[in-house]
């Protein structure tokens, strides 16, 4: 069966997608995408110009499905922004499970492409600016003393418990997430 163009690229980036985020990108050759997606590195250029517009498409779908689960979240904990920002880090805790997890796929692609002319580092850059104004608009809502305060509370928060999860396990320091949240907005509440 023939595929179209856009089912190859498809096709090509849901393997990029596994290989990169278990592997690494510059571990990961366009040679062993293509084997595993059953094309030509011909196909593969003709889907994707470069490597680096392909990791860009890695990191913008990310981005997206990562958006879209918090989003969600937040959406189905209702008008109440407190939990918003709790179903938030109710998601990020079913994200971090070891079965699914190897690191932030943000963090690692900033860690591999420190250029912040490249597409894909200006991608994940933005998936970070993007969970601190969400923040920011759920601390608005919560109408505390210092908004921007909270949101960059709890964006660290977030880092962290991405960060200590890769390192040590959802098990580990994660575990502890929810009650630090929810005494940091504890505080905010009560200024």
Excluded at 123 to 135: D, E, M, P, S, Y
Aim: one cysteine or more; a negative charge.
């Amino acid at each position: 069966m023939r595929r179209t163009a856009a089912e190859t690229r498809e096709l090509v980036l849901d393997v990029a997608t596994r290989l990169f985020y278990w592997q690494g990108i510059r571990a990961t050759g366009v040679d062993k995408i293509a084997a595993e997606a059953g094309v030509s590195t011909n196909v593969l250029y003709r889907a994707f110009a470069t490597k680096d517009d392909l990791v860009a498409a890695y990191v913008a779908r990310s981005v997206e499905q990562a958006q879209a689960r918090f989003d969600a979240a937040v959406a189905a904990a209702g008008e109440d922004a407190r939990a918003g920002i709790l179903a938030m880090f109710d998601a990020l805790a079913e994200d971090i499970r070891p079965e699914v997890f190897r690191g932030c796929a943000c963090m690692m692609t900033l860690a591999e492409f420190p250029d912040e002319t490249l597409p894909a580092h200006r991608g994940a850059v933005g998936a970070k600016t993007w969970v601190r104004a969400r923040f920011g608009e759920l601390a608005e809502r919560l109408r505390v003393k210092e908004p921007e305060v909270l949101a960059d509370q709890l964006s660290i928060i977030w880092e962290g418990t991405n960060s200590t999860a890769q390192a040590m396990g959802a098990d580990g320091p994660p575990v502890s997430t929810r009650a630090l949240v929810t005494a940091v907005l504890d505080h905010h509440q009560q200024l």
